[in-house]
């Protein structure tokens, strides 16, 4: 045994392959055998690597269920609480049509330069012009919303919800059936 500050002393052999004592090991040490190992090969498909881009037919996917969202919302819910407003259901879902299609019409024209699919009539440069008035109009139209909606907070966000997953639909199915590569 050590005493306090001193250090046991330890045999040193010099390796078997390069003659080269190391420090701290034993005499007993058993050696590892010396044979190269080789990687058993690989069989099947590569790994698959990361995407830049989400596939396409997932956002055209999401594109229907939200279509599909829109369409419920708008005939479960706009249609059954603009019975309750004081300019009557057809007045306040009429205001919310007008919506949906300055909806659908704003991302078209805003992504009009990068489609494969183009009106002849209308030049690359004009379709964002026409489209920032557009959305002057929508905010009217959202500002119609919320003066026909009586203070009725909830038919406020579901109708503006409506109009927003539109609009998102909208840009989601152009992006991913007509975008030009």
Not at 58 to 80: D, P
Not at 109 to 135: T, V
Request: glycine share 10%; proline share 7%.
């Amino acid at each position: 045994m050590a005493a306090e500050g001193e250090w046991e002393e330890v045999a040193e052999e010099p390796d078997a392959d390069t003659g080269e004592v190391y420090e701290g090991e034993t005499a007993e040490a058993e050696p590892e055998p010396a044979g190269d190992f080789e990687r058993p090969p690989r069989y099947g498909r590569e790994p698959p690597r990361a995407v830049g881009r989400p596939d396409r037919s997932v956002l055209a996917m999401l594109s229907g269920l939200g279509f599909f969202v829109v369409a419920l919302l708008l005939v479960l819910g706009v249609w059954n609480l603009a019975g309750t407003v004081p300019s009557g259901a057809l007045g306040f879902a009429a205001v919310v049509a007008a919506g949906m299609v300055l909806a659908v019409i704003i991302p078209y024209l805003w992504m009009l330069d990068d489609l494969r699919i183009r009106p002849r009539f209308l030049r690359k440069s004009h379709a964002r012009f026409i489209a920032g008035p557009l959305i002057g109009v929508l905010a009217i139209v959202l500002f119609g919303l919320f003066t026909l909606a009586a203070g009725n907070l909830f038919l406020i966000i579901l109708s503006v919800a409506v109009l927003g997953l539109t609009q998102a639909c909208v840009a989601l199915f152009l992006y991913s059936m007509l975008w030009q590569e």
